[in-house]
């Protein structure tokens, strides 16, 4: 199977998920632990850099649907960066830009965090 | 066979024993005394024929009851004592059943022959029994084959005895000594192969060496007694010298045999105990290993396994320490609380190198520092590695408390245990894994049934359109689904959607979507509003991190009006005069959100088709088919391919497209399901036939 890891960075309050690799139905867990641990630590401020990502599957889009609303009522948000043109086209066909805000950058996302503050 | 044989045998020569026992007497009393030597001939010649005939009987016997060398022997002691009895006590009761023997025997009536004869089967049977048991063990736990030894011997024994008879001649009887001598060498050359005394155990080497001197004193008082001139050498010579010449020789082999037996006894005796506990251990090995090669069920093969830890090392606590990711836990212990046995692996953990340990080892745990907080006070540690394919896999621990300490024999015979124990939890995961692929390779036939019998078995037949599908299912099963809904002869719904996710999940998610099409397009025509409405229904049954992509289509098959909404799934293609579009109004994805985001995102098109319009609906499994280097198949690939194939007729346009996608994932296997439906407008025939009628018909009744 291919490789897929995740990094966390704390820069401020928001905290920053850098993914790399392959974001499937088998990989999705880890992912899913990411956002599990950034919840039981109150950080709601989340990014996800797709920067490093090379293919997303539809388990892995459906990872950020599990964890948006919980987020959300805790008035953070999840915030996509800097896709591919091909992962962006997989959420654009789904309509996420509809749900989540994405951004080219992630100093853009992380700005938006902090302007709301 | 053989044995029966060898009954029929045993029987018949006991007949023949007692008609030839009666022979004896009848022949001795007729013609004896008698110095011809005819007559002394016949008569050894029947006694040695007796002596085979019991002798063949006799060996029957010890073939059935298959004895252990220790109480042949016992057997040997008795009988020897008997017969040491027969010759010291005998001479009184004779004399006074005959009076003096000396002058008797010379010239014997009735009674003087019948009672020397008696006299002499005793002894006759004494020979045929000790023979038969100096053979048995002569046999015994031989590994060579030693036959011709044990032959030779026998042939020169009755050499011997016949010989007796040259030593009436001075001058013939250097023969006599001859064939005696050799037969004493052959007795001492055979007798030095005692390879039964190893086998046996301690208790019973000892028994065995006070047994061999009683045994060994027997004999040579008996041999000694034997000696021309007294009493009983005057009955047995005046019966058969051979015989008396063959005990004689008998006596003598069981002289040296149990001297020599003495001797090795003595010597085997100091290192007994090793060689026993060697034994017990191999044998308790053998034992263990078949034990917990029988047990399959992980917890009880654990504790099976501590179990006769304690007993092979006889250590007092035992447990083993199992790897699961990169911690260990304590499972299965013996006489050990949980809290002391993870208190003592942490201890462990400590030593140096111990991921590296690759026999059992003994620690000494009197330097832990946590001792004190261990509710026993325990002083060795014996521990070996669980290991399956050179990776660790857990330890196994035992534990001795006070002053006792393990030493090297209890960590060998861990050591090798251990090696067994390997084996058997790996055979236990390796059953384990397959009866959890089975069931899993069942849930999967359960998915591929659900989704073969969901998805339409055939195309439907309207005149104007000509329509081809295929779907390939994934071998882990994903959540395609497409359908028609004929809803009247002048409208045709049809849908294709994908459940995100693989799975027996995914597959009753896409059951459920097929029953929600099903009837929502019985009483909706909107693509648009099916759409809002599936959504809806969806909302209280989807897991939040599920959702469908769908796209709903209707069209009028009497003017080639087709609307058209999409909710997140791959935009409808269209290939129009060898241009390809794409059919893309917007729209969220079924399940991502259930308020006014979703019924706002919703839009409808509709598209007027033209003669020979091709609609192309796909799921992703196509342009996300991946070849050997993990590469996509593609969206453009997939495009060109579809305009290149355009001028076929559907069917064929389906069977290219699809060759195309499996040549380039054959080394790869396939990662989605694939499904791909193509309709085509033919316009010109509603001009013509029936279409045409069937319209004016329903305009009719309207």
């Known amino acids: ?117 | 066979m053989n044995k029966i044989l060898s009954n029929i045998l045993s029987r018949r020569s006991f007949h023949l024993f007692w008609i030839l026992t009666a022979f004896l007497f009848l022949f001795r009393i007729v013609f004896i005394p008698s110095e011809n030597f005819a007559i002394i001939t016949i008569s050894e010649i029947v006694l040695a024929l007796i002596l085979l005939s019991l002798a063949f009987s006799l060996s029957g016997l010890f073939k059935e009851v298959k004895p252990n060398p220790l109480s042949l022997v016992v057997n040997v002691g008795i009988l020897s004592a008997v017969i040491f009895l027969v010759m010291n006590f005998s001479e009184p009761i004779v004399q006074l059943l005959i009076g003096n023997v000396k002058e008797k025997v010379k010239n014997p009536g009735l009674a003087e022959n019948v009672i020397s004869i008696l006299y002499s089967l005793i002894f006759l049977g004494f020979a045929a029994y000790v023979f038969l048991v100096f053979k048995t063990l002569f046999y015994f736990k031989q590994t060579r084959n030693v036959e011709t030894y044990f032959n030779t011997m026998l042939i020169f024994f009755v050499l011997t005895s016949i010989a007796v008879y040259f030593e009436q001649n001075e001058e013939l009887s250097y023969i006599s000594t001859t064939f005696y001598i050799v037969s004493v060498l052959l007795i001492i050359f055979n007798s030095l192969r005692i390879s039964w005394i190893a086998f046996i155990v301690k208790k019973e080497k000892i028994y065995l060496l006070i047994l061999s001197v009683v045994i060994l004193i027997l004999f040579i008082v008996n041999l000694v007694k034997m000696g021309g001139g007294h009493f009983h050498y005057q009955i047995i010579s005046s019966v058969s010298l051979v015989l008396d010449r063959f005990l004689n020789v008998l006596l003598i082999y069981g002289a040296i045999y149990f001297s020599i037996l003495f001797f090795t006894t003595l010597f085997h005796i100091p290192t007994a105990e090793a060689f026993d506990k060697k034994a017990q251990e191999v044998s308790s090995l053998q034992y263990f290993s078949k034990l917990i090669n029988e047990v399959l069920d992980f917890k009880d093969l654990s504790k099976t396994i501590s179990d006769i830890t304690t007993k092979l090392t006889g250590s007092d606590a035992a447990w083993i320490m199992w790897k699961n990711e990169d911690d260990f836990t304590s499972i299965a212990q013996q006489n050990i609380g949980y809290y002391d046995a993870q208190l003592i692996h942490g201890f462990m953990l400590s030593q140096k190198k111990w991921d590296k340990l690759d026999q059992a080892k003994i620690i000494p745990i009197e330097k832990f520092e946590k001792q004190n907080e261990l509710s026993e006070k325990y002083s060795t540690l014996l521990v070996a590695p669980l290991k399956a394919h050179g990776n660790i896999k857990g330890f196994l621990l035992a534990a001795k408390k006070g002053n006792s300490i393990f030493n090297e024999e209890d960590r060998s015979a861990l050591d090798t245990f251990s090696e067994y124990a390997s084996i058997a939890f790996e055979n236990a995961r390796l059953l384990e894994e397959s009866i959890e692929k089975q069931r899993l390779e069942r849930e999967l036939d359960v998915a591929r049934e659900v989704q073969r019998r969901i998805l339409p078995s055939k195309n439907p037949n309207y005149p104007n359109l000509d329509i081809s599908s295929i779907f390939i299912p994934a071998f882990e099963v994903g959540g395609d689904y497409y359908d028609f809904f004929p809803i009247d002869q002048n409208t045709l719904g049809f849908i294709i959607a994908d459940v995100s996710g693989k799975g027996i999940s995914a597959a009753f998610i896409m059951a459920e979507v097929k029953g929600i099409f099903e009837s929502l397009s019985k009483v909706i025509r909107r693509p648009k509003e099916i759409l809002i409405k599936a959504n809806e229904i969806l909302k209280g049954t989807l897991e939040r991190k599920i959702f469908v992509s769908a796209a709903y289509g209707l069209i009028d098959v009497r003017n080639g009006t087709l609307h058209i909404a999409r909710a997140g799934h791959c935009p409808i293609l269209l290939i129009r005069e060898g241009k390809l579009q794409d059919i893309r109004p917007e729209g969220l994805g079924l399940g991502l959100s259930f308020d006014n985001v979703f019924s706002d995102s919703l839009q409808e098109q509709k598209v007027d088709l033209q003669e020979n319009d091709t609609l192309i609906l796909y799921t992703d499994g196509i342009t996300e088919a991946k070849n050997g280097l993990f590469e996509d198949f593609g969206e453009d690939n997939f495009r060109n391919l579809l305009l290149k194939f355009s001028s076929h007729n559907v069917q064929t346009i389906t069977e290219k497209v699809i060759k195309e996608v499996s040549i380039f994932s054959q080394e790869h296997s396939q990662y989605d399901d694939i499904t791909l439906v193509i309709i085509r407008w033919k316009q010109n025939i509603i001009n013509n036939g029936e279409a045409e009628w069937q319209i004016s018909a329903q305009q009719l009744k309207t």
């Open chain 1, 1 to 117: 199977m291919a490789d897929f890891s995740t990094t966390v960075k704390d820069i401020g309050d928001v905290s920053v998920i850098y993914l790399n690799g392959f974001l499937d139905a088998h990989t999705a867990p880890m992912l899913e632990n990411n956002f599990s641990e950034l919840i039981n630590k109150n950080r709601y401020s989340i990014v996800v850099n797709f920067e490093e990502l090379a293919y997303i599957s539809s388990a892995g889009l459906g990872v950020f649907m599990a964890f948006i609303e919980k987020v959300r009522e805790n008035n953070g948000d999840i915030k996509l960066t800097t896709m591919n043109d091909k992962v962006y086209n997989i959420f654009d066909l789904l309509g996420f830009p509809l749900l989540y805000e994405i951004y080219k950058s992630e100093d853009e996302a992380i700005n938006k965090f902090k302007s709301l503050k």
